[in-house]
């Protein structure tokens, strides 16, 4: 607590002598008198559509003063098993990330859940989030940002993340990946000797959106998809995880280690993240904004 205290502390003077400079743009007119532009302020827009779907919608969190020159954004991608979850269980990362980068612009996105009698998850929550980008990237001058992304995902969320960055982000417009106990490979034993897996994978796929004799498990498992054109990425897994099994991270950890892919995995006593201490918990939160002042920093004058 006392090292949660002095970093709070350091937060709050940051966050001073920002709101103490100036980096308004100035225009100088013909008489060569400086006229200050007034900095945009800060705007929050909820449930913002990008498709069809009533579940198609992201929160977007656009900080004070940004420009279409500066300002770099932050992907937040919910949990729950791909068929459960909501945007709102990221409430905590969106605080996350105002505190500690608050000239990131944050989009918050909830994406077709998968159920029985609609879309399956995969690719279609890939593709969904392909949609969101797509989307802000065309708006980014109106909006006043720079659609460069920065993603963290929780659990299926950092699945889904992966997977995106992996295999979809062919513009290379994520700059890194933040993996909090994401299934990264479901040819682990751990999934493939369970007697109700190729049920369950069936289920997630729609098969009719990968080429005839498509290995599903492997199209879907992101550790087999890296390349050396995938992002950094952050991982964090717990030793003692019932959902995603500590070999997961083992196993991604080596492949992004044989293509030289830049990453950290760390490791923490416990279970699916609920469970981990409170210094654990700070750790991950340091790391994670490390990595986002490493690899999205926003410069700003």
Request: with cysteine; aromatic share 10%; glycine share 6%.
């Amino acid at each position: 607590m006392r090292y949660l205290y002095i970093l709070l502390i350091a937060i709050g003077f940051s966050i001073t002598l920002a709101s103490c400079s100036s980096s308004d743009d100035e225009i100088i007119t013909d008489d060569t008198t400086a006229i200050e532009q007034p900095a945009l302020e800060a705007v929050t827009m909820t449930n913002v559509s990008y498709g069809d779907d009533p579940q198609q919608v992201y929160d977007l969190y656009l900080p004070e003063g940004r420009t279409a020159t500066t300002t770099k954004v932050i992907l937040l991608v919910h949990g729950g098993g791909w068929t459960s979850g909501d945007k709102s269980d990221m409430a905590a990362s969106v605080a996350f990330v105002q505190a500690f980068h608050p000239d990131h612009a944050i989009i918050n996105m909830n994406y077709v859940l998968a159920n029985v009698s609609g879309t399956p998850a995969f690719p279609n929550q890939y593709l969904d989030i392909q949609t969101v980008i797509n989307q802000i990237t065309t708006q980014s001058e109106t909006l006043q940002i720079l659609p460069e992304f920065g993603m963290i995902g929780a659990s299926a969320g950092a699945h889904l993340a992966m997977m995106y960055d992996y295999v979809y982000d062919t513009n290379d417009q994520v700059k890194f990946v933040i993996n909090i106990v994401g299934p990264s490979d479901f040819t682990d034993p751990f999934y493939a000797n369970d007697p109700n897996f190729n049920i369950a994978l069936a289920f997630f796929v729609d098969e009719s959106q990968f080429p005839e004799g498509t290995d599903y498990a492997v199209a879907n498992s992101p550790a087999l998809q890296v390349t050396a054109s995938s992002s950094p990425t952050l991982l964090f897994y717990g030793d003692q995880d019932p959902l995603v099994p500590l070999s997961n991270g083992m196993q991604l950890d080596s492949n992004l280690n044989t293509a030289n892919v830049p990453h950290l995995f760390t490791v923490y006593q416990g279970g699916h993240g609920n469970d981990w201490s409170e210094e654990s918990t700070l750790d991950l939160t340091l790391k994670s904004s490390e990595y986002i002042d490493t690899y999205l920093p926003v410069i700003t004058q």
